[in-house]
Each structure stands twice: as C-alpha cells, then as structure tokens.
C-alpha cells in the first residue's frame, strides 16, 4: 500500500512537473510572437512614415550637404571652439614694438588669416561700392588701325562714281567704304547705324 501510494505521488509530481514546463514553453512561444508582431507593426510604421512628403519648410529651400559628416553640431564646433583656438594661437603682439620681435614662423602663421581678411574686404569694397566696379568701355573703333592716334581719311572727289557709302560703325572689313557689316551690329545691339551716302549731284 505504501509502495502504491508512493508511486501515485511520484506519478502526480512528475505529471505536475511536465504541466509546468509545458506552460512555461507556451508562454514563452507567446511573448516572441508578440514581440515580433510588434516588431513588425513598428517597422511598418516607420517605413509609412519615410514615404509620406515632407512639409515645406524655410530649411528645404536650402541645399542639404552632401557629406553626412557637416552637421550643425560640426558648423557650432567650428564656430564656438575651432575658430577661437585658432585665433587665440596666431603671435598677435600686445604692443606695436612687439612687431619687431616677431620671427620668421610667426610672420609666416600670420600669411593665411590675413589674406583672408583682405579677401573678404576686397569683395565686401567691390560688392558694395559703386566706384569700384569697372566701367564699361566707351571706345568704338577696336580694330581699324588702332596704333593710331587718329584715324583720318581723305577721299578725292574725282575718285567717287555717281555714289559711294561710306561706313560709320567702324567695323567694315572694306574702310573706309561701307561693306554692311552696320546691320549685323543692329540686329544684336538693337542701334540703328547707318552709312554716309555721298552722291554726285545730277544736272
């Protein structure tokens, strides 16, 4: 009786204990299967969320750089610590007398912040100053005996037929007779230049 009653116990213990390992599997094999439905559900989500357009912004007007590296953290760095340890380093002497002191390395440091500066300068005058800007070239005759101080021709009027067209664009190949050319300059620069006609009179 006592042998029985051990192996009932036995029996319910061991039946006891493959119930639980059973729940344990199953609960387990639930919470994975969740979790990878919701994995799922979230990877959907974002991809829906790359594919929507993008709101217009003042920033999307501008052009994204290239590199992934130039950040605005990178743009501050370089403002805020890269810049000023820079500065702070260049040999800039306390004194007007500490000039004469500087060496050649010191001098030589000094060669790139100042070309920038007058870069920038020299842009700023140009961009900004009326005065500075090259003026346009008022001269008209570029090709016809240009060594010359004065360009003069004298004609004899025995030598004109009945008519003769004489050019004052200053571009005919044929000077200083007109051969034409006036009309392609027109057409380009909307003038209106024309030749000299000198006729003989008739009786």
Not at 24 to 39: L, P
Not at 161 to 165: I, L, M, Q, Y
Not at 200 to 203: E, G, L, Q
């Given at each position: ?5 051990r ?7 061991a039946?006891?204990h ?5 729940l ?16 799922r559900c979230?990877a ?5 969320l790359?594919?929507l357009?993008?709101?217009t912004t003042w ?8 590199c ?5 953290e ?5 403002v805020k ?7 702070s ?7 007007f007398?500490g000039?004469?002191?500087?060496g050649?390395?010191?001098w030589?440091?000094?060669?790139p912040p100042?070309?920038a ?18 003026k ?10 240009p060594?010359?101080?004065?360009v003069?021709?004298m ?5 004109i ?5 004489f050019?004052r664009?200053w571009?005919?190949?044929?000077w200083?007779y007109?051969?034409?050319s ?7 620069c909307?003038?209106?230049?024309g030749?000299?006609?000198?006729q003989?009179?008739?009786?």
């Open positions: 009786m006592r042998l029985l009653l192996n009932v116990k036995a029996c319910s213990a039946f006891c493959f119930h639980f390992d059973l344990e599997i199953t609960i387990v094999n639930f919470v994975s299967h969740r979790r990878f439905v919701a994995n979230v959907k989500q974002q991809s829906a790359r594919n357009p993008q709101p920033f999307n007007f501008f052009p994204r750089f290239p992934p590296c130039i950040t605005m990178t743009l501050s760095g370089l610590t890269t810049l000023p340890n820079y500065l380093g260049l040999p800039i002497p306390n004194t007398g000039w004469f002191r500087l050649f390395k010191d030589l440091s000094l060669v100042t070309a500066l007058g870069g920038l300068v020299y842009m700023s005058y140009l961009a900004f100053c009326p005065e500075a800007r090259p346009p070239s008022t001269k008209v005759n570029r090709t016809i005996r060594a010359e101080a004065k003069v021709d004609i004899d009027i025995e030598d037929g009945e008519k003769a067209a050019c664009c571009k005919s190949k044929n200083p007109c051969d034409g006036h009309g392609a300059h027109n057409k380009e909307q003038d209106n230049l030749p000299v006609v000198v003989r009179k008739k009786n």
